[in-house]
């Protein structure tokens, strides 16, 4: 792998490090295997501790999985609560811990690529990947006119809006429309939902 990421071509180099990992196989396997135990032993991690920590962590879950090299290509981003960042399509990540609102547009290929015992379609995957590098693309809330906070990612398919309501602040009508969602936790109650006269009703299934 670190032959293929020599190369002047960043993409292509990029593409055969992901490729030659994403395909597996015993060499890959011995190869994870080693990385690891070199990662756990006293050797100096210098100024990407934390990456290659998350590694050794992620092969105590999935030994041999092409997935914990394939982290080492990717930013390592920790958010504290109220920031947020967007994703564009073909980009790999995965999600590692704490409490979060992933909110995706509708989509018919979200393709699996590692840190799993599922089926990976590595054709289809290395074709849908967007092999380039991308620094951490984070996003500002912005404020709008009621106070509310307002997420929105550089495209038309969703924005996420955060409600913050003072103790006993007065209730807020919420409507949602087609392929809208709210998240409210347990600690906001009571809650009391109501139908909209003349909404649409969902047709019945077949």
């Known amino acids: 792998m670190v032959t293929d990421l020599t190369g002047d071509d960043e993409a292509g180099a990029l593409r055969a490090a992901f490729s030659r990992l994403i395909c597996g196989g015993?060499?890959?396997s011995e190869a994870t295997a080693q990385v690891l135990k070199v990662?756990?032993?006293s050797a100096s991690a210098g100024p990407f501790v934390r990456e290659l920590s998350t590694a050794v962590e992620l092969g105590a879950f999935y030994p041999g999985d092409p997935g914990v090299l394939i982290s080492l290509l990717l930013n390592r981003v920790t958010l504290a609560p109220g920031e947020a960042v967007y994703l564009p399509a073909g980009n790999v990540h995965a999600y590692?811990?704490?409490?979060g609102v992933e909110v995706m547009a509708s989509s018919d290929n979200v393709l699996r690529g590692g840190?799993?015992?599922k089926y990976i379609d590595v054709p289809e995957l290395t074709k849908t990947i967007e092999f380039a590098a991308l620094g951490i693309p984070r996003i500002e809330a912005a404020s709008s006119d009621l106070g509310q906070e307002l997420y929105q990612p550089p495209f038309?398919?969703?924005?996420?809006?955060r409600i913050e309501l003072a103790t006993g602040a007065a209730p807020v009508p919420l409507?949602?429309?087609r392929g809208e969602s709210a998240f409210i936790p347990a600690s906001?109650?009571?809650v009391m939902v109501h139908p909209v006269a003349g909404a649409e009703e969902p047709s019945p299934s077949p």
């Not at 038309?156 to 809006?161: A, H």
């Open 175 to 177: 409507q949602l429309g």
């Open 39 to 41: 990662l756990g032993s």
């Open 96 to 99: 590692l811990s704490g409490l």
């Open 188 to 190: 906001e109650n009571p």
């Open 26 to 28: 015993d060499d890959v």
């Open 156 to 161: 038309q398919e969703f924005q996420l809006q």
């Open 115 to 117: 840190l799993t015992p």
